[in-house]
Antibody, heavy 119, light 108 residues
Framework: QVQLQESGPGLVKPSETLSLTCTVSGGSIINYYWTWIRQPPGKGLEWIGYIYYSGSTTYNPSLRGRVTMSVDTSKNQFSLKLSSVTAADTAVYFC?????????????WGQGTLVTVSS | EIVLTQSPGTLSLSPGERATLSCRASQSVSSSYLAWYQQKPGQAPRLLIYGASSRATGIPDRFSGSGSGTDFTLTISRLEPEDFAVYYCQQFGSSPYTFGQGTKLEIK
């Protein structure tokens, strides 16, 4: 059974960089896409972007170049960095496995971690 | 960017009833690239349907998806108490991937 677990600071100051890591267990990171999604409190889901195990990435343009993702296949982990954060970046951040176009959809998710942006 | 609009925003039904949730896209989405998720409070979303109509592993057959082009539907044939939650549609055929705003299914 594949499991994902997000880790990182729960509180980030405005203008600083949010950093999260997702550790995958029960399966390999190889041959899959891995994605980040966020959900502001009481609101809907926003896709942040994905990274392939090889390191290729696609990001949501709405985040205007503030996003960087990386992958460490030796540790079965992938990471998210979001720079110049503001209060609008306060959200629960989820990592998930993206099955790509076939069969499609995000089939395994982490439990989510709340990141609050505040001084 | 493809905008997904879900309706209704809230659906109030009783256990045993049939639920029909709609997802309309601002432009055509290939059926292969449309998914539905269920989210309960404090939990991560759970994949229900992929490819517009295929049930994900372990999903009961009371859940079914249909549609094509710009109009998609999630149907729950007979509501069980555990089905009351928020449901999201998602397209992943073109970047950026987008989600609908959600339909809250509540107990009447």
């Amino acid at each position: 059974q594949v499991q994902l677990q997000e880790s990182g600071p729960g509180l980030v100051k405005p203008s600083e960089t949010l950093s999260l890591t997702c550790t995958v267990s029960g399966g390999s990171i190889i041959n899959y896409y891995w994605t980040w999604i966020r959900q502001p409190p009481g609101k809907g889901l926003e896709w942040i972007g994905y990274i392939y195990y090889s390191g290729s990435t696609t990001y949501n343009p709405s985040l205007r170049g503030r996003v960087t993702m990386s992958v460490d296949t030796s540790k079965n982990q992938f990471s998210l960095k979001l720079s110049s954060v503001t209060a609008a970046d306060t959200a629960v951040y989820f990592c998930a496995r993206d099955t790509g176009w076939s069969p499609g959809g995000f089939d395994y998710w982490g439990q989510g971690t709340l990141v609050t942006v505040s001084s | 960017e493809i905008v997904l609009t879900q309706s209704p925003g809230t659906l109030s039904l009783s256990p045993g009833e049939r639920a029909t949730l709609s997802c309309r896209a601002s432009q055509s989405v290939s059926s292969s690239y449309l998914a539905w998720y269920q989210q309960k409070p404090g939990q991560a979303p759970r994949l229900l349907i992929y490819g517009a109509s295929s049930r994900a592993t372990g999903i009961p057959d009371r859940f079914s998806g249909s549609g094509s082009g710009t109009d998609f539907t999630l149907t729950i044939s007979r509501l069980e108490p555990e089905d009351f939650a928020v449901y999201y549609c998602q397209q992943f055929g073109s970047s950026p991937y987008t989600f609908g705003q959600g339909t809250k299914l509540e107990i009447k």
